[in-house]
């Protein structure tokens, strides 16, 4: 079988230093380990206008913001379909038939769901885009038959709804030869990537929540938001003990830290062990440990910044790009569509044996 990777982010923001330990490093990686077969990264524009409905300018200005974070990233439009979601018309169709294979109260249930109505104040008034994107995400993950979804932790419950719809799909519509395969979502293993806090500490960066480091950020931007990150609250003095557990610095160091980092920057420490250490035992500065968090980032993200200016020099051909991608993800799409439709049995007009046995019933 084929190794196909599916993924992608809504374009509403540019990318943020989450997405890059959740997904975008990953992505790059498997993108140039030559092991996959197909590699499709969407822009999911349709899926941010349900619960952007009037704001269709921010989805629109942010898909180019999302395509410069990608090249910038080394995502190489040579090695992986870079597409619009909302260009995939077959996506719809794909689900509305799904829609059939979910209840209600299973949509209800879905954890990710559930947080993201709190989030946005939703409770009284959910738009039922909103409420049934997992199932167009099923669509996503299923038009070009996803082996591989490498995620963030928060999209499990996502993977695990499409998942149970291809189940039911296959076992109702095609239970001798399967139509869409199952996928596996590839989530990152180092716990600090998995769901990286926002600099206030508090909940995941999210773009909704105005807590992240950007891609695309000034070294001077990242510096200051460095320095002013949530640390722990109890660690008053220098000489005080401090506590690694909810202090988002050394969650960010996890995330980015190698060893080779405090050789250049930090050598009277040999690696993260040692500085946490000498954090929990107390004589360690915030500022020090935030200097060196600071250095680590921003030799990560130069080059990226650096890419992502000479690209957006060209933005007609990042366009254009994302134009080829979409005709490349289409032509998948309507492959998949035309599969589920015959498995559904509603491809009246290019089954010769229907139109056959139906006249020789009649000519009876
Ligand atoms: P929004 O607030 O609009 O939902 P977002 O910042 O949550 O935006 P998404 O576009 O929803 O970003 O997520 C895109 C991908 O990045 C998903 O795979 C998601 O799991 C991953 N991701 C997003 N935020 C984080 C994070 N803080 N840590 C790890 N992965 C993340
Ligand atoms: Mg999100």
Sequence with gaps: MSKIILTGDRPTGRLHIGHYVGSLRRRVELQNSGEYDKIYIMIADA???TDNIDNPEKVRQNVIEVALDYLACGLDPAKSTLFIQSQISELCELTFYYMDLVTVSRLQRNPTVKNEIQLRNFEASIPVGF???PISQAADITFCKATTVPVGEDQLPMIEQTKE??????SIYAPETPVL?????LIPEAEACKR????DGKAKMSKSLGNC????DTADEVKAKVMSMYTDPLHLQVSDPGHIEGNTVFTYLDAFARDEHFERYLPDYANLDELKAHYIRGGLGDVKVKKFLNNVLQEELEPIRNRRQEFAKDIPEIYNILKKGSDTAREAAA??????KH???????????????QSERYLK
């Design 131 to 133: 409420f049934t994107y």
């Design 165 to 170: 719809i291809v189940h039911k799909f296959n």
């Design 181 to 185: 395969v199952d996928p596996q979502a």
């Design 335 to 340: 492959q998949t569509l035309s599969e589920v």
């Design 47 to 49: 899926q941010a206008l």
């Design 213 to 216: 480091i950007y891609l695309a």
């Design 196 to 199: 990286l806090p926002g600099t």
């Design 343 to 357: 498995a559904m049995k509603i491809d009246y007009f290019d089954d010769k044996e229907l139109i056959k046995a």
